[in-house]
């Protein structure tokens, strides 16, 4: 059967057991190189409704990590039609200092054109968007969202929008993340640069895009 039924949020890393089945949607993707120059096999599960990503760490044949995509929520005009927003991520704890996450949004948002944060974001996520929004060539837009729409948070009568400027998105990051019964460590707030709000913003969304 289909990993796809599994809960969204499963904390154990898991590889398909009929990856040579023709009639599963499976695609090879290209292999990623993380930051440590660790080497992984990518495979996207993809049935229309949501995906799945697999991850295989290929000098080791290790199962490096698994993300869930899902494509519920409808965007603007000039956005691509399907719109993956991760709602889970899970890494192998020796392949998070590589950043490896980083390189998967990467990957997600080349294959689909754009890619779409989950409303609740832990530190780790935040540490994500922070550096594509360090990137000249992506760029990032905050949406707002509304039932099963995704809108643009206007600014001066335009879509509010970062690229390659992370202070700019620093200090508008107690309006982006923010949860109340989340406790930061001093050290991850050095990391990230802003102190998040104490309420909950999870009508907040971040996208990115190729440029």
Avoid: C
């Amino acid at each position: 059967m289909s990993p796809l039924i599994l809960d969204g949020h499963e904390k154990t890393l898991i590889w398909p057991d009929d990856l040579h089945d023709n009639s599963q949607a499976y695609q090879r993707l290209d292999n990623i190189v993380d930051d440590l120059e660790n080497e992984h096999i990518v495979i996207l599960e993809d049935d229309g409704y949501m995906a799945r990503l697999y991850l295989r760490y290929v000098r080791s044949n290790e199962i490096s990590a698994n993300f869930v995509l899902e494509f519920s929520l409808t965007a603007p005009e000039d956005f691509p039609e399907r719109i993956p927003q991760v709602i889970s991520a899970f890494v192998g704890d020796e392949y998070r200092a590589a950043k490896l996450s980083q390189h998967v949004y990467r990957m997600i948002m080349k294959h689909y054109g754009v890619v779409i944060s989950d409303t609740h974001q832990t530190s780790g996520g935040m540490l994500i968007w922070l550096r594509m929004g360090e990137d000249n060539a992506v760029q990032l837009n905050i949406m707002q969202v509304r039932g099963d729409r995704l809108e643009y948070r206007m600014v001066d009568g335009k879509p509010e929008a970062y690229t390659g400027d992370i202070e700019a998105l620093e200090q508008a990051g107690d309006t982006i993340w923010g949860d109340p019964d989340e406790v930061i460590s001093q050290r991850t707030l050095e990391h990230i640069g802003f102190v998040p709000a104490h309420h909950d913003i999870r009508h907040i969304a971040l996208a990115a895009r190729p440029l």
